[in-house]
């Protein structure tokens, strides 16, 4: 199996441009199907998660030209059948297909989605948003078998706003007969590309990026061009690493207002960043002081960068919190960040870290235990000394576009190794 293998301690210098947004991509491949036309998405990571929807797409029939950065649909009619835990198991955004094939077929039928192993991860807020709009929901061992024979707007309220389940009452609602209304509703970056896209094509969405948000159902959705948002992730995880270790780093390609939660926190600490209209950079490195960060929904703190901010943490002096609020298994890194030399505590409820700093960290043969638990161990490699081997790289790849290259061309020393 291929590892990474990272020699720590280098300065970074030069730019890193950031990729299409992750979890934006995902949703959107998905809705196209929902169109009646062509579809074209510029701006799509080339990550394995988008493979394993690609792979869906083909099973189902649906032939797409896939370019390094896009994809186009000719023709979005699928042949409705089975999806099998083989194909929706490989990732989360799986799911997605559901509310896509609902809202344009009235029928679906597949197994549950995969993805890492952070937590819980119910789709309980989906399937009740499904059943709102008038669909018959039906579990069965492992397979959810979803049918209408109309669907119909409702009002919605989320318990919580959760992204997931926003997206996908939004893709059942589309095109349903009256209007929908999702109260409580997730206002995160990605959310609101699919919202755009979705109107791009002749929906009828407003309250885009608020918590209400109306949806009146259209008969037929048009053809489109649509470029990905850049992903607040993979920026900000680049922000962090070019807080540790930039000299005249600059990340570009991103919305600074996005991950404002994340660089309000690093100039707490003391980092000094040059913010632009779209790009951050890190002129040199200092001596950074301990935070507390709290994870919570769009603008909060983000939790998929808890993990990568945790190396940050360890570097800085005196003691450090992190309180996770979404997931309950996120702190699946700390074991070999505390193997690197790091001095970190987990709460026996697993919900707070408390970080002793600083610490300098050791290379060591670690392992990804999940996508942004992989990009901590990433993040602590380059800053530690000597060699850092990371196991289990699939789940880097599965999120992070061409992670190798980009920290190379600014002075990584890191490669795939078998
Ligand atoms: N939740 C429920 N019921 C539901 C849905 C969610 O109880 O039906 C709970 C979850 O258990 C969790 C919270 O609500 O405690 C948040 O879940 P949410 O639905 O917002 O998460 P998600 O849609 O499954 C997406 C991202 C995650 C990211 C979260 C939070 C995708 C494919 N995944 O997951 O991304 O952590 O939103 O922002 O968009 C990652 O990229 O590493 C990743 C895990």
């Given amino acids: 199996m291929p590892k990474l293998k990272i020699v720590g301690g280098r300065r970074l210098s030069g730019e890193i441009v950031v990729d299409g947004a992750k979890n934006s991509a995902v949703?959107?491949?998905?809705?196209?199907?929902?169109?009646?036309?062509?579809?074209?998405?510029?701006?799509?990571?080339?990550?394995?998660?988008?493979?394993?929807?690609?792979?869906?797409?083909?099973?189902?029939?649906?032939?797409?030209?896939?370019?390094?950065?896009?994809?186009?649909?000719?023709?979005?009619?699928?042949?409705?059948?089975?999806?099998?835990?083989?194909?929706?198991?490989?990732?989360?955004?799986?799911?997605?297909?559901?509310?896509?094939?609902?809202?344009?077929?009235?029928?679906?039928?597949?197994?549950?989605?995969?993805?890492?192993?952070?937590?819980?991860?119910?789709?309980?807020?989906?399937?009740?948003?499904?059943?709102?709009?008038?669909?018959?929901?039906?579990?069965?061992?492992?397979?959810?078998?979803?049918?209408?024979?109309?669907?119909?707007?409702?009002?919605?309220?989320?318990?919580?706003?959760s992204v997931g389940a926003t997206i996908n009452i939004i893709l059942a609602a589309v095109k349903a007969?009256?209007?929908?209304?999702?109260?409580?509703?997730?206002?995160?970056?990605?959310?609101?590309?699919?919202?755009?896209?979705?109107?791009?094509?002749?929906?009828?969405?407003?309250?885009?990026?608020?918590?209400?948000?109306?949806?009146?159902?259209?008969?037929?959705?048009?053809a489109t061009k649509h470029n990905v948002v850049p992903d607040m992730i993979e920026a900000g995880t680049y922000v962090i690493i070019a807080s540790l270790l930039g000299k005249n780093l600059k990340v570009s390609n991103l919305d600074p207002l996005h991950i404002e939660s994340l660089t309000s926190k690093l100039e707490e600490a003391g980092v000094n960043l040059e913010i632009g209209d779209d790009y951050i950079s890190v002129a040199d490195v200092g001596e950074y002081k301990g935070i507390d960060i709290k994870t919570m929904v769009y603008p909060g703190f983000p939790t998929d960068l808890q993990q990568p901010m945790t190396p940050f943490l360890v570097s800085c002096e005196g003691i450090s919190h992190i309180e996770e609020t979404i997931w309950e298994n996120r702190f699946q890194n700390v074991a070999d960040t505390i193997k690197m030399g790091a001095s970190i505590e987990v709460s026996s409820d697993n919900k707070v870290a408390t970080i002793y700093g600083s610490s300098k960290l050791v290379g060591k043969e670690v392992s990804a235990t999940d996508l942004r638990g992989g990009a901590s161990m990433v993040i602590c490699g380059l800053i530690a000394e000597g060699e850092t081997i990371i196991d289990n790289i699939s789940y880097i790849l599965r999120g992070y576009d061409d992670i190798v290259g980009k920290l190379n061309r600014v002075g990584a020393d890191i490669k795939i190794v078998d």
């Fill in 27 to 161: 949703a959107l491949i998905p809705a196209s199907i929902l169109c009646d036309e062509t579809v074209e998405i510029n701006n799509v990571p080339d990550i394995s998660d988008i493979d394993a929807l690609e792979e869906i797409l083909d099973y189902l029939g649906v032939k797409v030209e896939r370019g390094k950065h896009s994809i186009v649909f000719n023709d979005t009619k699928i042949d409705n059948k089975f999806i099998p835990c083989s194909m929706s198991g490989k990732l989360r955004a799986s799911y997605y297909f559901m509310g896509a094939i609902l809202g344009k077929y009235k029928h679906v039928d597949m197994c549950f989605p995969g993805g890492c192993s952070i937590g819980e991860r119910p789709i309980n807020l989906h399937l009740k948003g499904f059943e709102k709009l008038g669909a018959v929901v039906r579990e069965d061992d492992g397979r959810v078998i979803i049918d209408a024979d109309e669907l119909v707007g409702a009002e919605i309220f989320l318990d919580f706003p």
């Fill in 177 to 222: 007969r009256g209007k929908t209304v999702i109260d409580n509703a997730a206002k995160e970056p990605h959310v609101i590309d699919v919202c755009n896209f979705l109107n791009s094509m002749g929906a009828c969405i407003s309250g885009i990026g608020t918590g209400r948000i109306e949806i009146i159902g259209v008969d037929h959705l048009h």
